[in-house]
């Protein structure tokens, strides 16, 4: 049975930081994307990052309103991925989502088998 579980997340001022974390149980060495999306109250989840492995190597990948403010890391190993979150603005605010996935588009959501329970993120202006 696969799990994931995230934690750090909270309440912070604008322009602070956050890291979430994300570890997995039960995956595969099939599993070759790790990603997180968000959801913000009454819209749909939406991609934020995602990293990807292959032949040893990894690339990550960026929605365009995170791009500069936020690192995604993580080991295929160990099956963990980390999103570190610097300047943080009040539209950050969402439950945010660890997901897993063998193959497919990866920032499309229906790509993804395994989801996390999500952690909150709340940014005061």
């Known amino acids: 049975q696969v799990h994931l579980v995230e934690s750090g997340g909270g309440l912070v001022q604008a322009g602070g930081s956050l890291r979430l974390s994300c570890a997995a149980s039960?995956?595969?060495?099939?599993?070759?994307?790790m990603a997180w999306f968000l959801q913000a109250p009454g819209k749909e989840r939406e991609f934020v990052a995602a990293?990807?492995?292959?032949?040893?190597?990894?690339?990550?990948s960026y929605a365009n309103s995170v791009k500069g403010r936020f690192t995604i890391s993580g080991d295929h190993v160990e099956k963990t991925v980390y999103l570190q979150m610097n300047s943080l603005k009040p539209e950050d605010t969402a439950v945010y989502y660890c997901a897993a996935a063998d193959t497919g588009d990866f920032k499309r959501p229906g790509a993804y088998d395994y989801w996390g329970q999500g952690t909150q993120v709340t940014v005061s202006s």
């Open positions: 990293i990807r492995w292959n032949w040893g190597a990894s690339s990550s």
């Open positions: 039960g995956l595969t060495s099939h599993t070759s994307t």
